[in-house]
């Protein structure tokens, strides 16, 4: 079947035609009105051609009405509204069979080719492994995944990666921190780093090390106690956080460590070719990049005075990497603190000779977790952080990740626990899955009346106007799925499945699909199955169950 905008794009096009108009020069652009009662879309075309022709747009816009041809199956009116735009109403015809492509799509409807198979890559969650996760990455984790399972719907070959900060000062803290720890098990006293690691998970690794390994690390030089501590705290972190991300239903395609880079000595090849291109200075015995050549508000260390390579050097020669395995086009998802950091990662990859575009940062929001609608301060068990883990303990997965993602991601989010674990209406993602769970309820029943859908129903039966809003919700889905990649606002989809399941509710409410009538009754189970398609459908791509039975 066509697309409605392809078939109205054709008929304005022979419209014009009959009017003369070289159409080559114009673009015809349908759009959804947003309010229901100016129809199904609608075209400002009269308005574009208003100085060529010397005409009122309402004018022409009536001379291209009077020039297509009627049929009631497919428009069933044309409107001139406004200034001249040139609304349509979609007739009953185009609906039922609308409703009949969903049916035989099934799991592929909404998906689109427009991505052409190329390489698309999205780095998201990148936390210290020297701690628990916290709430900002369970929220740029699920934003991250549903993110990939868009552009993966709309024809890109999307793929998920985590860079694993395992080096540097941080990770040193850390073991530090645990070795302190693990002294004082064994009646040593070595003073905590001024900066170390707090809460209970670090003394948690310190008496698994000393379970596992006894004393054996007690008598060894300082330096090296510590970096041995650090490397099993680290290993362990690491294991917590990819039990965790299964746990949350994340499959990274790959975890990138930071010491790849270095051992590879990648980010000094990064630093050779930035020389060779004339992007780089000395001065007070450093080695700087003129980041403020490429839009960056000032220059950048690469090298310190002690000729140590800076976080950034590294990160640069990281993101080459992403390039040389052959993505296209890549976003980070980086968390509320880190804006300042775009402008010299954007210079950086065009210094190399990278396209502006082929990088882009999407900066995720903090969240507030509420209970009995005060904020939680801290976590019991990580000290100053609420951890990830704890809020998908006590919500769950499903729960979890519709509320992270059912806000604009540039907003802040206010999480409200007690909500998210209400069985009722109130809490949305128990209201879209009940709608689901209602409709496999319906076919079950129609079921065990003898009532199965078959090549014979007569879809003409549909005429009410329920049934026809729920219809056009349907169509809506693969522009929100689209929509949703293009602009990055995965929340569409959360918003749109609400509205979905509201408007399945209000059908249901006034219609009985399962009646005396088995002609009609086949019909209307035939909707509400194209509706468990798209509720399906949009539950795979938030990454939540689809329950049968609640």
């Not at 049929?71 to 609308?98: H, M, Q, T, V």
């Not at 000729?307 to 976003?331: C, S, W």
């Not at 019991?380 to 992270?404: L, P, T, W």
């Not at 989010?413 to 769970?437: C, G, M, R, S, W």
Request: net charge negative; aromatic share 10%.
């Amino acid at each position: 079947m066509k697309n409605i905008q392809e078939i109205l794009g054709e008929i304005i096009t022979n419209a014009l035609q009959q009017l003369n108009v070289d159409i080559d020069k114009y673009k015809i652009i349908l759009e959804r009105p947003k309010q229901e009662n100016h129809g199904d879309w609608s075209v400002n075309i009269a308005m574009q051609l208003a100085s060529v022709l010397k005409k009122a747009p309402r004018q022409i816009a009536e001379e291209i009405k009077n020039n297509i041809p009627f049929d009631s199956g497919l428009i069933e009116k044309i409107e001139i509204a406004g200034p001249g735009f040139i609304n349509f109403y979609l007739g009953w015809d185009y609906f039922r069979e609308a409703l009949g492509a969903i049916i035989q799509q099934k799991q592929n409807y909404g998906q689109t080719d427009w991505g052409k198979n190329e390489k698309l890559q999205i780095e998201f969650v990148s936390a210290n492994p020297t701690g628990p996760l916290n709430v900002v990455s369970a929220r740029a984790a699920t934003i991250g995944d549903i993110m990939v399972n868009l552009y993966n719907a709309v024809g890109f070959k999307a793929d998920r990666e985590n860079y694993l900060n395992d080096c540097g000062r941080q990770v040193r803290l850390l073991g530090e921190s645990v070795s302190s720890h693990y002294m004082a098990i064994f009646n040593r006293n070595e003073e905590f780093p001024e900066e170390g690691y707090h809460g209970e998970y670090v003394k948690e690794i310190a008496r698994d090390i000393a379970d596992e390994h006894g004393n054996k690390f007690i008598e060894l030089e300082k330096k090296v106690r510590t970096q041995k501590l650090a490397d099993i705290a680290l290993k362990e972190m690491i294991r917590l956080q990819k039990e965790i991300m299964d746990l949350y239903r994340v499959n990274f395609q790959t975890w990138f460590p930071e010491s790849n880079v270095r051992d590879t000595n990648k980010h000094l090849e990064v630093l050779d070719l930035l020389k060779q291109r004339g992007y780089t200075f000395e001065q007070d015995g450093a080695t700087w990049f003129q980041s403020s050549k490429f839009g960056d508000e000032k220059d950048r260390v690469l090298l310190t005075q002690e000729n140590e390579p800076t976080y950034f050097l590294v990160d640069i020669a990281y993101h080459q990497t992403k390039y040389e395995r052959g993505y296209k086009k890549m976003f980070d998802i980086w968390g509320p603190d880190h804006h300042g950091y775009v402008p010299r990662m954007k210079a950086a990859l065009q210094a190399l000779g990278y396209p502006q575009d082929s990088f882009d940062v999407e900066i995720v929001q903090q969240v507030n977790l509420l209970r009995g609608g005060e904020a939680v301060k801290m976590s019991k068990r990580a000290g100053q952080i609420i951890e990830m883990k704890e809020v998908i303990d006590e919500v769950g997965v499903d729960a979890a990740r519709f509320f992270f993602v059912n806000r604009k991601s540039s907003s802040h989010l206010d999480f409200d626990i007690d909500l998210a674990k209400k069985e009722t209406d109130e809490n949305p993602v128990y209201y879209v899955q009940y709608a689901h769970a209602r409709i496999c309820n319906i076919i079950k029943f129609a079921g065990e009346q003898g009532i199965i859908p078959d090549d014979q129903v007569d879809l003409n039966l549909l005429v009410k106007d329920e049934e026809k809003q729920l219809i056009k919700k349907l169509l809506q889905y693969p522009d929100v799925i689209s929509g949703a990649a293009q602009s990055w606002e995965p929340h569409r989809l959360t918003t749109y499945l609400q509205e979905l399941a509201a408007t399945f509710h209000r059908f249901y409410h006034f219609h009985r699909v399962v009646s005396e009538d088995k002609s009609l009754s086949k019909a209307r189970l035939t909707l509400t199955k194209a509706t468990k398609i798209v509720l399906a459908n949009g539950f795979k791509i938030l990454g939540i169950s689809a329950p049968e039975n609640m």
